[in-house]
């Protein structure tokens, strides 16, 4: 295989991972095609996840990336099939519509959003929502929808993003940025949880809290589920998930709801995080503050806790409190005007995946596993934040592709059955193999919401 993106060097800012050495990485290097590297880029992710893998268990050269299954998994909700029915993709009022002066990315899936962009445009149609974006210019249009808490992101150029405050903020320091508090204690402490045996599931016994949504936290700790931990997703009872989309990362986990909101709800979250191994949060940036979810309380509550927080945004920036998905980062940052076409006139494109999703998935693991292995050496944890806007950079940062590479198309994937609440499940795999053996997930996703809010 031609050479990968060294995405493991963030890792190497740990004292532990300073001489580690990259997991292999088996298959084909191209497949996708287009200008941007993002075979790069998904290959990269993946091995940071299983070289942190391979420091924590002391499995050098056992696990490695197959380029098939990476592939796959990172559409993997294009190959879902649940009960012979393809997944529903973007929501109708979600996507590139045009303005004023150019175009406008929107989100609308989730129905609160949806409600929030036709009240803030004042309309109830399609049609009278296209009326009133043509009569905004995009930006105005972003600013107008982002004040009524709706999102959207206007369609830059990359020159137009670069000149921008918010990308000074997403293209400084490393692609993982860790926190690990100085320990208290000069003798180092036993940690509370050690590796399993098992190279197919060596973190059995760890407790992972998982408060994410939508894709990149999910793809995160369903591969955490993958390799054996307890995985407990918790999500507000009003803003459910979508279906589809549990259903692609519920793999080996168990769900639950809580509303922070209630006081009685909130502790017992946090009776949850008192006996947590990992936290894992995908809100906006700061958007757990007030309840005491954030990075320093939930250290200063327990100090050896591994916690990896997730925003699209960062956590500087003009915009690092603003609500974000995969696709608006593509819209703003140039992903979108790079890769558009000519359809009858000039239109937007997108990544042939949603790479900056599943990209910053692997990070979020690769920074617990690697959080992990500096706990058991001190005793102590730490945190890492990640950010959909910080991978856009990531990509933008990999030398651009040769047109020849772009032969050899995507590679087919293995697909597995399972029986499952919602419906024989057709489903692709984790990207990672042991031995040469692909990884398996073990169970299939429960009912949404219907598991206890309780440790196993």
Same mark, same amino acid.
């Given at each position: 295989?031609?050479?990968?993106?060294?995405?493991?060097?963030?890792? /190497?800012?740990?004292?532990?991972?300073?001489?580690?050495?990259?997991?292999?990485?088996?298959?084909?290097?191209?497949?996708?095609?287009?200008?941007?590297?993002?075979?790069?880029?998904?290959?990269?992710?993946?091995?940071?996840?299983?070289?942190?893998?391979?420091?924590?268990?002391?499995?050098?050269?056992?696990?490695?990336?197959?380029?098939?299954?990476?592939?796959?998994?990172?559409?993997?909700?294009?190959?879902?099939?649940?009960?012979?029915?393809?997944?529903?993709?973007?929501?109708?009022?979600?996507?590139?519509?045009?303005?004023?002066?150019?175009?406008?990315?929107?989100?609308?899936?989730?129905?609160?959003?949806?409600?929030?962009?036709?009240?803030?445009?004042?309309?109830?149609?399609?049609?009278?929502?296209?009326?009133?974006?043509?009569?905004?210019?995009?930006?105005?249009?972003?600013?107008?929808?982002?004040?009524? /808490?709706?999102?959207?992101?206007?369609?830059?150029?990359?020159?137009?993003?670069?000149?921008?405050?918010?990308?000074?903020?997403?293209?400084?320091?490393?692609?993982?940025?860790?926190?690990?508090?100085?320990?208290?204690?000069?003798?180092?402490?036993?940690?509370?949880?050690?590796?399993?045996?098992?190279?197919?599931?060596?973190?059995?016994?760890?407790?992972?809290?998982?408060?994410?949504?939508?894709?990149?936290?999910?793809?995160?700790? /369903?591969?955490?589920?993958?390799?054996?931990?307890?995985?407990?997703?918790?999500?507000?009872?009003?803003?459910?998930?979508?279906?589809?989309?549990?259903?692609?990362?519920?793999?080996?986990?168990?769900?639950?709801?809580?509303?922070?909101?209630?006081?009685?709800?909130?502790?017992?979250?946090?009776?949850?995080?008192?006996?947590?191994?990992?936290?894992?949060?995908?809100?906006?940036?700061?958007?757990?503050? /007030?309840?005491?979810?954030?990075?320093?309380?939930?250290?200063?509550?327990?100090?050896?806790?591994?916690?990896?927080?997730?925003?699209?945004?960062?956590?500087?920036?003009?915009?690092?409190?603003?609500?974000?998905?995969?696709?608006?980062?593509?819209?703003?940052?140039?992903?979108?005007?790079?890769?558009?076409?000519?359809?009858?006139?000039?239109?937007?494109?997108?990544?042939?995946?949603?790479?900056?999703?599943?990209?910053?998935?692997?990070?979020?693991?690769?920074?617990?596993?690697?959080?992990?292995?500096?706990?058991?050496?001190?005793?102590?944890?730490?945190?890492?934040?990640?950010?959909?806007?910080?991978?856009?950079?990531?990509?933008?940062?990999?030398?651009?592709?040769?047109?020849?590479?772009?032969?050899?198309?995507?590679?087919?994937?293995?697909?597995?059955?399972?029986?499952?609440?919602?419906?024989?499940?057709?489903?692709?795999?984790?990207?990672?193999?042991?031995?040469?053996?692909?990884?398996?997930?073990?169970?299939?996703?429960?009912?949404?919401?219907?598991?206890?809010?309780?440790?196993?």
């Amino acid at each position: 295989m031609e050479p990968v993106p060294d995405l493991t060097g963030s890792l /190497r800012l740990l004292d532990a991972f300073s001489t580690a050495e990259p997991a292999a990485c088996i298959g084909p290097r191209w497949w996708w095609g287009g200008s941007l590297d993002v075979e790069g880029l998904a290959l990269g992710s993946v091995q940071a996840a299983a070289t942190a893998l391979e420091f924590l268990t002391g499995s050098t050269g056992r696990y490695a990336v197959s380029s098939e299954l990476t592939a796959a998994s990172f559409d993997s909700l294009g190959h879902l099939r649940i009960s012979g029915r393809k997944p529903e993709g973007f929501a109708p009022m979600s996507g590139f519509r045009p303005t004023a002066d150019g175009w406008i990315r929107l989100h609308a899936n989730y129905p609160h959003h949806a409600a929030r962009l036709m009240e803030t445009l004042r309309t109830t149609t399609p049609d009278g929502l296209d009326r009133a974006l043509r009569s905004m210019t995009a930006l105005e249009a972003e600013m107008a929808i982002t004040a009524g /808490r709706g999102v959207a992101a206007a369609v830059r150029t990359r020159e137009e993003w670069t000149a921008t405050p918010m990308h000074v903020a997403a293209s400084t320091g490393p692609w993982i940025g860790f926190t690990c508090p100085a320990s208290q204690d000069e003798t180092p402490r036993p940690s509370s949880w050690i590796p399993s045996t098992d190279p197919f599931r060596p973190l059995s016994g760890l407790k992972v809290l998982d408060l994410t949504r939508v894709i990149a936290g999910p793809t995160a700790t /369903r591969l955490l589920g993958a390799l054996g931990a307890d995985v407990l997703r918790i999500d507000p009872p009003g803003l459910p998930e979508l279906t589809d989309a549990f259903v692609d990362s519920g793999f080996d986990k168990r769900s639950a709801e809580a509303d922070l909101n209630n006081a009685g709800a909130l502790e017992v979250v946090h009776r949850l995080l008192s006996a947590a191994d990992v936290v894992v949060t995908g809100y906006r940036y700061g958007g757990l503050d /007030r309840f005491g979810l954030n990075p320093d309380a939930m250290l200063a509550a327990r100090p050896d806790l591994v916690v990896v927080t997730l925003s699209a945004w960062g956590s500087s920036g003009p915009w690092n409190g603003r609500r974000g998905f995969d696709s608006l980062v593509q819209a703003a940052c140039g992903i979108a005007e790079r890769y558009g076409y000519e359809d009858d006139g000039w239109t937007p494109g997108a990544l042939p995946v949603q790479a900056l999703d599943h990209a910053t998935g692997y990070g979020i693991a690769a920074a617990a596993l690697a959080l992990l292995s500096e706990r058991l050496h001190t005793g102590q944890g730490g945190s890492a934040h990640v950010s959909l806007a910080r991978t856009a950079e990531v990509l933008f940062s990999l030398p651009l592709r040769e047109p020849a590479s772009s032969v050899g198309g995507v590679p087919i994937p293995d697909f597995h059955l399972m029986d499952s609440p919602y419906g024989p499940l057709r489903f692709v795999g984790p990207p990672l193999t042991m031995d040469g053996v692909p990884l398996q997930y073990g169970k299939a996703p429960v009912k949404y919401g219907t598991s206890a809010l309780a440790w196993q």
